[in-house]
């Protein structure tokens, strides 16, 4: 069984910064891709950022200029810096990440359980 523990969120004034972390655990053979997603109240869920297992990233307009995914693929555990933070960005922050723990069953998605970043104005 494979578990994501997210941590970092809070509350944090506009313009302000906060750094996301999740942590990967339990039984990988290997992941790909890991993310971050998140959902504001009334709206549906977003994708934020991606980064594939060679690093190659990408994000929602939204952030570009101001958040920055990264991992460490020793310690299964991905990263998002969040600076020059707006009210809009409060939301529950999800991580994701699409792995394989065992070869004969194939990769599968798995979620961690969220963290509320909260902006002020």
């Known amino acids: 069984q494979v578990q994501l523990v997210e941590s970092g969120g809070g509350l944090v004034q506009a313009g302000g910064s906060l750094r996301l972390s999740c942590a990967a655990s339990?039984?990988?053979?290997?992941?790909?891709?890991m993310g971050w997603l998140r959902q504001a109240p009334g709206k549906e869920r977003e994708l934020v950022a991606g980064?594939?297992?060679?690093?190659?990233?990408n994000y929602a307009d939204s952030v570009k200029g101001r958040f920055t995914i990264s991992r460490d693929n020793a310690k299964n555990t991905v990263y998002l810096q969040m600076n020059s933070l707006k009210p809009e960005d409060t939301a529950v922050y999800y991580c994701?990440?699409?792995?394989?723990?065992?070869?004969?069953?194939?990769?599968?998605?798995?979620w961690g359980q969220g963290t509320q970043v909260t902006v002020s104005s």
């Open positions: 994701n990440a699409d792995l394989v723990s065992n070869p004969l069953v194939g990769l599968k998605t798995v």
């Open positions: 339990g039984s990988i053979f290997r992941i790909n891709g």
């Open positions: 980064i594939t297992s060679g690093g190659n990233t």
